[in-house]
């Protein structure tokens, strides 16, 4: 019993000890009477990121370009001709882009083609060079004529015979008159040139000697000018192995010396001598071809340097000449070129030399257009 009581006596004590040392309880907050303050400011949001417009885009333009046209016109020079050789011939025309959208006249530039060639063969080389100066602002525009001087044994030397036909009057009057009358042309001197390459080179250059009245600035291209000069002809007489029986047997395999058979037949025709129609400028001795010098001399008499002999003496004159030559042309060696060049300058000609380095007919033909821009006069008198 005393026990048990003075159990509880310290169990109390004990309580009343550990509730003496605990914290008092913290008193309950007073909420503090309410104030008036400014508004919170607005919170600050960022501007929105402008997006760039999409453009709307363009229509795309098709940048303009010369226009191909085809035509043909019926020779009466050609005709009757002893080779049988058709009297009508097709041609290309390349219009200027504002051809149909205008009323405006062009000058013209004659583009003749090389041996074996025909009217398409520069077309396209043209209309690119064309169409590439033209949108860089470099050339005025011009009509450009390609005709068509193929003949039986590959090319006509733009020259004329009764057995090849009149190739000269074709092409300096007929083609001229018909083009000046169905295309808005500047039908006068002064805004016609002509041009071309290897033959014809030297048709060009022949035509505007011959025809100062017709053509009046010229850009002959890797031609031959003195064919006294020509190194194809040893090579041609050396390769030559037998006569040929007919003007098939002279183009069956086309050769150096097909060329000059094609010479002969413009230089030096003989009716009387069928049937090739002209003298033979080869013969063979001994399995060996050999030069028949008569015939050859004939057709030297043909070439530019005779033609400015005879230009020299007469009145009217050319506006200006581009000669235009590869360095490394192999068929007309650059040296005949720049003594020709050497030739117009005695003549009192105004000219121009242009080298490149080129083989035969590789040439770029933007200077020619150029040059023909410069030097034709875009305008009516």
């Known amino acids: 019993m005393l026990r048990t009581g003075c159990t509880l006596l310290l169990m109390l004590c004990a309580a009343l000890l550990l509730g003496a040392c605990q914290p008092a309880a913290a008193p309950s907050p007073t909420a503090a009477p309410p104030t008036a303050t400014e508004p919170p400011p607005p919170t600050a949001t960022a501007e929105p990121t402008p997006v760039a417009a999409v453009p709307t885009p363009r229509p795309t333009v098709a940048a303009p370009q010369m226009a191909v046209k085809m035509d043909e016109i019926t020779s009466a020079a050609l005709a009757g001709n002893l080779f049988g050789d058709p009297a009508t011939r097709p041609f290309y025309v390349l219009l200027p882009p504002g051809y149909d959208t205008s009323t405006a006249r ?54 004329s015979s009764p057995t090849i036909g009149d190739y000269e009057t074709y092409i300096a009057q007929e083609l001229v008159d018909y083009v000046d009358a169905n295309y808005r042309t500047l039908a006068q001197p002064a805004s016609r040139g002509i041009t071309g390459c290897s033959m014809g080179g030297d048709g060009a250059i022949h035509l505007a000697l011959t025809h100062p009245d017709v053509f009046s600035v010229a850009a002959p291209n890797s031609a031959t000018y003195d064919y006294s000069q020509d190194p194809t002809l040893a090579v041609a007489a050396a390769d030559l192995r037998s006569e040929p029986e007919d003007l098939d047997a002279i183009v069956k395999n086309i050769t150096h010396a097909t060329v000059w058979y094609a010479g002969a037949a413009a230089s030096a025709a003989n009716p009387d001598n069928p049937p090739f129609y002209f003298d033979l400028p080869f013969t063979v001795v001994d399995g060996k071809g050999q030069v028949v010098q008569e015939v050859i001399d004939r057709i030297v008499a043909d070439d530019p340097v005779h033609d400015l002999e005879h230009y020299c003496q007469g009145t009217d004159r050319l506006r200006a000449v581009m000669v235009y030559h590869g360095e490394f042309d192999a068929i007309a060696p650059i040296e005949l070129a720049r003594a020709f060049a050497a030739r117009l300058d005695e003549a009192g000609i105004d000219y121009e030399l242009v080298e490149a380095l080129k083989a035969h007919c590789e040439l770029d033909y933007a200077p020619v257009l150029q040059f023909m821009s410069e030097h034709l006069v875009a305008t009516q008198p």
């Open 106 to 159: 062009y000058p013209v530039v004659y583009v003749l083609h090389w041996f074996t060639g025909d009217e398409s063969t520069l077309v396209w080389k043209f209309k690119a060079a064309m169409d590439t100066l033209l949108r860089a602002g470099e050339v005025e525009e011009m009509i450009l004529v390609f005709p068509n001087a193929n003949n039986r044994l590959g090319g006509s030397m733009y020259l």
